[in-house]
């Protein structure tokens, strides 16, 4: 059973328009991340949530939590080419300093 | 060096050598972690050393085998892998400590293993 759902599995679209990816669970977690691996490399963390409704802004992404605790989205304003790459989340509980993991988001961006 | 390094980037071995991946991190950090990356699959975590103790998923199986000599080192020995195991393998380190985002993890490269 997987205890983190992302959405889409895939998506390609051109430059310039928006997007949202989303991560959702029927479990609470006392945060999540989200990070972005590109071809090669590992991933590297964009942001962390913490608060329930909380969002986060960086540049063009933005990044919410849901009010439970229990989901997630990253928005992309006016994607780039280099917004490609495999978006993951990851949700931590409290008092356990292992990471669940969703399968990710492959987000590919064209010219 | 700077963050967290992994050596090699690339290994193919057949089913009946023996092999090991390194994992080096330049962080401070006090808990180091290997992950299993396979397509469209969660990562899947294999190993934690956290504060000189070892978490193991009970799933890998006994031919992976996990060593972490110092809180900055950490290797993976390999031997009679099969060929489902290929995969990329990541390694993580993170700082544990008591009420903060502790869970924030650093990841290396990779060691993209391709088993024949």
């Known amino acids: 059973t997987q205890l983190l759902e992302q959405s889409p599995q895939f998506l390609s679209i051109q430059e310039g328009e928006n997007l949202t990816v989303y991560c959702n669970s029927s479990?609470?977690?006392?945060?999540l991340q989200w990070y972005r691996q590109e071809p090669g490399e590992g991933p590297v963390l964009l942001v962390t949530?913490?608060?329930g409704g909380e969002v986060k802004k960086l540049k063009r992404l933005t990044f919410q939590f849901g009010d439970a605790r229990k989901d997630s989205s990253l928005h992309i304003t006016a994607a780039q080419p280099g917004d490609t790459g495999l978006y993951l989340c990851a949700g931590a509980r409290r008092g356990n300093y292992q990471l669940i993991w969703g399968a990710g988001t492959k987000l590919i961006i064209k010219p | 060096e700077t963050g967290v390094t992994q050596t090699p980037r690339h290994l193919v071995m057949g089913m009946t050598n023996k092999k090991s991946l390194k994992c080096e991190q330049h962080l401070g950090h006090n808990a180091m972690y290997w992950y299993k990356q396979s397509a469209k699959k969660p990562l899947e975590l294999m190993f934690v050393y956290s504060l000189e103790e070892r978490v193991e998923n009970n799933s890998v199986p006994s031919r992976f085998s996990p060593e972490c000599p110092n809180s900055s080192h950490l290797f993976l020995h390999l031997h009679t892998l099969q060929p489902e195991d290929s995969a990329l393998y990541l390694c993580?380190?993170?700082?544990?400590?008591?009420?903060?985002?502790?869970?924030?993890?650093?990841f290396g490269p990779g060691t993209r293993l391709t088993v024949l």
């Open positions: 993580a380190s993170s700082s544990r400590a008591a009420g903060g985002p502790d869970n924030e993890q650093f």
């Open positions: 949530v913490v608060t």
């Open positions: 479990s609470v977690f006392s945060s």
